[in-house]
């Protein structure tokens, strides 16, 4: 099975640019969520989806937002990019039943840099 | 703020040794889980424990589980130079669907 994959790998930007990537998680999984990693602030939770609906989200300004297509695949979008927002971005996908925890897997990341 | 704190922040041990990392936290929880990373790559589950269970294994992982003092432990025994990594504890509020991790403690194992 095919594990979580993230594109682009890579991506420089600069100041005020907005900025899309993609996750498409495990086949059946039906639940994706986004973390972003800095040094500063470690892992934090964005948002979660579970068919196409936003279940969860965490303490991001509106510039940081996301959907999810029928086929689970999700993208997230960043717009108005500050220098603050360089990080590594995180996607894992789930089967996250309801009431029940499922493993999360997590995709290799989207390092994004804001020039 | 993040919900889970860990300690120590870095960890180095020689190869055979055990290693042991602590996280606390602060609301009621469904369970807590611990990922590992390497280099800034994707995490990888290593183990889960609910909030009604207070003691788990895996292989070389033990993982403890005391919801009234709001804390976790991790052991790792027999380390190995390939365990060294960043370890980081995760928990799912009660609310649920999202999921808060620590700072994470970083190991090193040296051959």
């Known amino acids: 099975k095919a594990g979580v994959t993230q594109t682009p790998r890579y991506l420089i930007k600069t100041r005020g640019q907005q900025v899309t990537l993609s996750c498409s998680p495990i086949s059946g999984h039906r639940s994706v969520s986004w973390y972003q990693q800095t040094p500063g602030q470690g892992l934090q939770f964005l948002f979660e989806y579970f068919s196409e609906t936003q279940r969860n989200k965490g303490n991001f300004p509106g510039r940081f937002s996301g959907r999810q297509f029928s086929n689970s695949r999700s993208e997230m979008n960043v717009s108005t990019l500050e220098l603050g927002d360089s990080a590594l971005y995180l996607c894992a996908s789930s089967l996250r039943i309801i009431n029940s925890y499922n493993e999360q897997f997590f995709g290799p990341g989207t390092r994004l840099t804001v020039l | 703020s993040q919900q889970g704190e860990e300690d120590p922040q870095a960890l180095s041990i020689q190869e055979g040794e055990n290693a042991t990392m602590n996280c606390s936290y602060k609301?009621?929880?469904?369970?807590l889980q611990w990922y590992r990373q390497n280099s800034g790559r994707g995490l990888v589950h290593l183990i889960l424990i609910r909030s009604n269970e207070r003691e788990k294994h895996s292989g070389r992982l033990r993982v403890t589980l005391d919801t009234s003092k709001k804390s976790s432990s991790l052991l790792i025994t027999a380390s190995r130079a390939a365990d060294t990594a960043s370890y980081f504890c995760?928990?799912?509020?009660?609310?649920?669907?999202?999921?808060?991790f620590g700072a994470g403690t970083r190991l090193f194992v040296k051959a």
């Open positions: 609301t009621s929880i469904n369970n």
């Open positions: 995760a928990t799912e509020s009660t609310g649920g669907f999202k999921t808060i």
